[in-house]
């Protein structure tokens, strides 16, 4: 048995890996926690780690035939190949991705980074433009911005904030 590379269709990954399972296909697909702000709501989402990629195991002898079944699944946009012949992935890579992944499974992706352009949307600091340094214990953003001249520290809610577009 041998781990191989699908690419899926956008945003198709869950369904992708749904029908492979469903087809009876060990499959794999690498995710971690990541925190999404919307509206007036903060909710911890799971999310691919690699976007439209997932891994699948399938006995050596028996890929090529299966190339068209694995194809042809809801979701599934292609088995990754040079020339003819799929992708291998080492068990080993599989087995250190699955390790990482434990260890990950507590960490979440914070939506602000540290050092981020950010704007107050409601309060009495509305429409000011400040920096996200860091959450404190209560899951507040620390910003920082100018006041008079004088560099300012203000604790907000996130769901009061949102990140600045930088255009390049």
Not at 79 to 92: Q, V
């Amino acid at each position: 048995m041998s781990w191989f590379v699908i690419h899926t269709k956008p945003n198709e990954e869950k369904k992708a890996l749904a029908n492979l399972i469903n087809q009876e296909f060990t499959c794999y697909m690498p995710m971690y926690s990541k925190e999404i702000i919307t509206k007036n709501k903060i909710k911890i989402t799971p999310s691919p780690l690699f976007p439209r990629y997932l891994f699948i195991e399938v006995n050596d002898e028996s890929i090529q035939k299966n190339i068209g079944l694995i194809r042809s699944t809801l979701g599934v946009h292609q088995l990754l190949k040079i020339g003819e012949n799929p992708i291998k992935i080492s068990a080993e890579i599989i087995i250190e991705l699955k390790s990482a992944e434990k260890h990950r499974s507590e960490k979440i992706k914070n939506y602000f980074e540290q050092g981020e352009q950010v704007e107050i949307q409601s309060g009495p600091y509305k429409g000011i433009k400040a920096i996200f340094e860091c959450e404190d214990a209560d899951k507040r953003a620390i910003l920082f911005f100018e006041l008079m001249q004088k560099s300012t520290k203000i604790s907000v809610d996130k769901v009061n904030i949102k990140k600045i577009n930088k255009i390049t």
